[in-house]
């Protein structure tokens, strides 16, 4: 079975904060993704990655920064936390060769 | 911008009823088609896949594409309390190389 983890479930930070949030999976998958998901909204992609260090921007990228030294590893990093980035952030990952998305469990971050 | 358009809800089916979710989207190009199911407060589980024009089964659940019309939909027989989530459809759109999801369709099914 895929797994994908994420490091936090639950996370509150202030405003200004810096915040990092990890994504790991191993499949070996090529692509990995996040997401964030508001109430009405739905699936929103911020970011995805296609391979080691190689990123791309995804429908909301802004505020948001990532990093992917290594193929298993995905972190999403909000530079200085807004409130606005309160949500529910999805991590997600698939083999180049199939779109089948494979999600972690989710982190939801308050800002205050 | 690619759109995949679903009903919100809630759709309200008693236990041992055939649930019917749809889902309709805009590229003339897409691919590929899912099925999630996401319980409140988790992330969304895949559970069906769709590649080609007509009906896919798997157990309760069965997934039908219709490429001219550009609908899929999910159905689910002998619907359980169990089965009582927020269903999105993706879609994977080769040119856009990206899936884009739909907001969700809620089910409840009452015991």
């Known amino acids: ?112 | 911008q690619k759109e995949v358009e679903q009903n919100s809800g809630p759709l309200s089916v008693p236990e041992g009823a055939i649930a019917s979710l749809n889902c309709t989207y805009s590229d003339r190009v897409s691919q590929s088609f899912f099925w999630y199911r996401q319980y409140s407060g988790k992330s969304p589980e895949l559970i069906m896949s769709i590649y080609s024009n007509g009906d896919k089964e798997d157990g309760r659940f069965t997934a039908q594409l219709n490429k001219a019309s550009q609908y899929v939909s999910l159905l689910i027989r002998d619907s359980q309390p169990s089965d009582s989530a927020t269903y999105l459809c993706a879609v994977f759109s080769g040119g856009y190389q990206k899936v884009t999801f739909g907001t969700g369709t809620k089910l409840q099914v009452i015991p």
């Open chain 1, 1 to 112: 079975d895929v797994k994908v983890t994420q490091s936090s479930r639950y996370l509150v930070k202030r405003t200004g904060e810096k915040v990092f949030l990890e994504c790991v999976q191993d499949m070996d998958h090529e692509n990995m993704f996040w997401y964030r998901q508001d109430p009405g909204l739905g699936l929103r992609l911020i970011y995805f990655s296609y391979d080691v260090k190689m990123k791309e921007k995804g429908d909301i990228p802004e505020g948001y920064s990532v990093s992917r030294e290594k193929k298993e590893r995905f972190s999403l990093i909000l530079e200085s936390a807004s409130t606005n980035q309160t949500s529910m952030y999805l991590c997600a990952s698939r083999e180049r060769t199939s779109y089948e998305q494979y999600f972690g469990p989710g982190t939801r971050l308050t800002v205050t």
